[in-house]
């Protein structure tokens, strides 16, 4: 109940500020895109804002959120009533009439645009019911928020994964926000969905804009609504899709206000942009391009007096930046002398390779648009493609593995695995001959304003492209930055629509429908059907919920390490102190949340073990074996000290068998200390059983997954005192 009292008044303050600063007509309505994506963006810097200044304080928590949400709401109803007290009353009754009638003289479209209502619906359902169960969100992206909601600050924190402080964190906080009233993740899939709806709301008015025809804006929508990264993204907690909308929110309030002469609608739009910097790495990559972009439209519009617009951009960006995307690159910088992170984390993630590497890079990224995420089709031409891709980099004499930090393994997806799905079919199908087609003609037809506009947002792709491709090193799941840059490059689909109904349109229309009505369905990890039998066979639907969160198999069979040992702690007393050596990529968020049921959990850093102090803890929990890996390092490359050395044969030899460290560096090659400009990315530290008897504990229980393939296998052992 509190959290939708915090949210009501979010929305309203919002919406009294937004109507405040919107364009209105003489009636005093405002009018445009503008009121509705200020509203959304007032929202979003309203909810940072709050979190970072509780933080300064560390007084993260319900009250002090809700005495905000106050303040808030009086200082938009005081602006709300100086400026007369503007409405806005969106023409949803005229705008989906105008659809309506598009629709009906294109049956091809008729049928897309209903398979595009099945998929919001769907989406809708996954997000209402569907627990968090991704990888990522529950080691950083949802984890993190837990960690910050408990230490009442958003500060950086003692974990063994470096994500959880080095990477930008505006999503985040938005979660915290859910997550402080509700104890639960429910409903946090609809910050995806709703950047989204900002995505096409945003891609309908730039059509608009340069008078694109309302079928040819409806068919980029529905043809990028098809893709099946999309799809995918639409019910996560990946942030993608979230920056896409804020990129695009930032384009089309910058070429209204060039329009309008409007200052306030620059000024949103650097904030817009500036929320996206705050929110992911890949939005300050793509800046240089979209700063292009926009300047392309603002010489169009202004010719000499083009640079005032920019001048003004620039600055605002700046001051939004400071005010509301720069937390964590400060803290990066106070804690690693650099606002992108740990020595460690740049080396991982950063560029390497040289002039070749980028080649390669650009040439694989190219080569992801070739996906049949959803499609077997793969098999029986993936092997050319891939032969394809080979050849080129063979001609140009670049190895394979050059600059690259996570491999494909020479695959070309057809699987609907989060972190690997692509945009499916229709990204080569129609995506990149729109590309190929709007930079040619964009060349050839210089009079042509609206292939002039497609042209510029195909420019932007490619551009974008490069920037990633000298930005960070190759990835398989830097798929899911190449869907950021085609969702904000989305305008060049207009190109590929077809009004006669024939032989291709079909083709594509069954691709769309495949993707919109059965794909939709049977994602990887939220098959409907599943779902349908889970909450039939359990006693409710919180129930259903963490059957479906703690499985490992197809059809939510098994249970996860984690999942045990969250169980086994809530069979112990309140209060009950615990700590826990986290490995790298442990899902801690299901542990640490118990923190907010009564039981007192502290992470240990694996690297600092002899430094903790044992007495008041009641159990030690390890999960690991042998050596538990992190990537966060006590100290930068040149101070580490490794804890043996070599006998006469060569042997290694440890000095303190009960706790000793070994470190990594970028080749994966243990024991080597860093040569050249190499530098450590990791530690993996050895803990004996031995070193915790010794501190009053004893071995008490054991979880051993030995079975488990893969990643999936785990092993827990909890030490009792």
């Known amino acids: 109940m509190l959290f939708f009292t915090s949210l009501i008044m979010v929305v309203i303050s919002s919406y009294m500020i937004s109507c405040a600063m919107s364009p209105k007509t003489e009636k005093n309505r405002c009018y445009g895109p503008a009121p509705l994506l200020y509203m959304l963006l007032t929202m979003f810097s309203q909810v940072v804002l709050t979190m970072e200044v509780l933080s300064l304080f560390k007084a993260i928590n319900e009250?002090?959120?809700?005495?905000?949400?106050?303040?808030?709401?009086?200082?938009?109803?005081?602006?709300?009533?100086?400026?007369?007290?503007?409405?806005?009353?969106?023409?949803?009754?005229?705008?989906?009439?105008?659809?309506?009638?598009?629709?009906?003289?294109?049956?091809?479209?008729?049928?897309?645009?209903?398979?595009?209502?099945?998929?919001?619906?769907?989406?809708?359902?996954?997000?209402?019911?569907?627990?968090?169960?991704?990888?990522?969100?529950?080691?950083?992206?949802?984890?993190?928020?837990?960690?910050?909601?408990?230490?009442?600050?958003?500060?950086?924190?003692?974990?063994?994964?470096?994500?959880?402080?080095?990477?930008?964190?505006?999503?985040?906080?938005?979660?915290?926000?859910?997550?402080?009233?509700?104890?639960?993740?429910?409903?946090?899939?609809?910050?995806?969905?709703?950047?989204?709806?900002?995505?096409i709301f945003c891609i309908y008015n730039i059509l608009e804009y340069f008078h694109f025809s309302r079928r040819r804006i409806l068919w980029s929508i529905f043809i990028l609504s098809s893709f099946a990264s999309v799809i995918v993204e639409l019910s996560s907690l990946e942030t993608d899709v979230l920056i896409a909308g804020l990129v695009l929110s930032s384009i089309t309030l910058f070429l209204y206000s060039i329009k309008e002469k409007n200052t306030v609608m620059i000024f949103y739009s650097s904030l817009s942009y500036a929320l996206a910097m705050g929110t992911k790495s890949p939005a300050v990559i793509a800046f240089p391009a979209a700063f292009l972009l926009i300047s392309y439209f603002a010489y169009k519009a202004d010719k000499k007096e083009f640079y005032k617009p920019l001048m003004a951009y620039l600055l605002f960006l700046i001051i939004n930046f400071i005010i509301f995307s720069s937390y964590n690159y400060v803290l990066n910088y106070i804690d690693y002398g650099n606002a992108l992170g740990s020595e460690s984390a740049r080396a991982v993630h950063g560029f390497r390779g040289g002039f070749k590497a980028f080649i390669a890079n650009f040439i694989k990224y190219i080569f992801m648009l070739f996906d049949f995420s959803g499609f077997r089709y793969s098999e029986y031409v993936g092997e050319h493609i891939l032969n394809a891709r080979e050849s080129l980099l063979s001609f140009l004499h670049i190895p394979m593995d050059l600059g690259v930090?996570?491999?494909?393994?020479?695959?070309?997806?057809?699987?609907?695995?989060?972190?690997?799905?692509?945009?499916?079919?229709?990204?080569?199908?129609?995506f990149f001959p729109s590309l190929i087609i709007s930079l040619f003609l964009g060349a050839v037809k210089k009079h042509s304003k609206k292939i002039q506009v497609v042209s510029a947002f195909g420019v932007m792709f490619i551009i974008n492209l490069i920037c990633l491709s000298f930005s960070i090193a190759y990835m398989v799941f830097s798929v899911r930055f190449v869907t950021f840059l085609i969702v904000i490059s989305a305008p060049i689909l207009a190109i590929?629509?077809?009004?006669?109904?024939?032989?291709?349109?079909?083709?594509?229309?069954?691709?769309?429908?495949?993707?919109?009505?059965?794909?939709?369905?049977?994602?990887?990890?939220?098959?409907?059907?599943?779902?349908?039998?889970?909450?039939?066979?359990?006693?409710?639907?919180?129930?259903?919920?963490?059957?479906?969160?703690?499985?490992?198999?197809?059809?939510?069979?098994?249970?996860?390490?984690?999942?045990?040992?969250?169980?086994?702690?809530?069979?112990?007393?309140?209060?009950?102190?615990?700590?826990?050596?986290?490995?790298?990529?442990?899902?801690?968020?299901?542990?640490?949340?118990?923190?907010?049921?009564?039981?007192?959990?502290?992470?240990?850093?694996?690297?600092?073990?002899?430094?903790?102090?044992?007495?008041?803890?009641?159990?030690?929990?390890?999960?690991?074996?042998?050596?538990?890996?992190?990537?966060?390092?006590?100290?930068?490359?040149?101070?580490?000290?490794?804890?043996?050395?070599?006998?006469?044969?060569?042997?290694?030899?440890?000095?303190?068998p009960q706790f000793y460290c070994l470190y990594e560096n970028q080749n994966s090659t243990l024991y080597e200390l860093p040569k050249g400009n190499q530098v450590v990315k990791g530690s993996q530290c050895f803990i004996s059983e031995t070193f915790f008897t010794e501190k009053g504990f004893s071995p008490y229980r054991v979880y051993d997954f030995k079975n488990e393939g893969g990643r999936l296998k785990n092993f827990v052992k909890i030490y009792k005192k």
């Open 405 to 430: 930090e996570m491999s494909d393994n020479n695959e070309i997806n057809n699987k609907l695995l989060n972190v690997k799905t692509g945009v499916g079919i229709l990204g080569f199908l129609i």
């Open 63 to 199: 009250v002090n959120v809700l005495i905000f949400n106050i303040l808030f709401l009086i200082a938009g109803t005081v602006l709300w009533n100086k400026k007369s007290r503007p409405l806005y009353i969106p023409q949803i009754k005229t705008k989906f009439a105008q659809i309506w009638t598009a629709l009906k003289k294109d049956k091809i479209l008729m049928i897309m645009g209903f398979g595009f209502a099945f998929l919001m619906l769907t989406v809708i359902l996954l997000d209402l019911f569907m627990p968090v169960t991704g990888g990522d969100a529950l080691t950083y992206h949802l984890n993190r928020a837990s960690y910050w909601m408990h230490q009442g600050s958003l500060n950086h924190f003692t974990i063994s994964d470096d994500r959880n402080l080095v990477m930008p964190i505006n999503s985040e906080i938005l979660y915290l926000w859910n997550l402080l009233f509700f104890k639960n993740d429910i409903g946090l899939y609809f910050i995806s969905y709703i950047g989204y709806l900002a995505s």
């Open 496 to 656: 590929s629509y077809i009004k006669k109904t024939n032989i291709i349109k079909l083709l594509i229309l069954f691709f769309v429908m495949s993707y919109f009505v059965i794909i939709s369905v049977n994602l990887s990890g939220r098959n409907f059907y599943d779902i349908f039998m889970t909450i039939l066979k359990t006693p409710s639907l919180t129930h259903a919920r963490e059957h479906i969160r703690c499985a490992l198999y197809v059809g939510y069979e098994g249970k996860n390490a984690y999942c045990y040992i969250r169980d086994y702690i809530q069979g112990l007393p309140k209060g009950t102190r615990i700590a826990i050596f986290p490995n790298y990529v442990d899902k801690m968020y299901i542990l640490d949340m118990l923190n907010s049921h009564g039981y007192k959990i502290d992470t240990l850093l694996p690297e600092n073990a002899q430094n903790y102090k044992y007495d008041d803890y009641d159990y030690v929990i390890t999960t690991k074996e042998n050596y538990i890996v992190s990537s966060v390092l006590l100290n930068k490359t040149e101070d580490i000290k490794l804890d043996y050395y070599r006998d006469s044969s060569g042997n290694l030899q440890v000095k303190n």
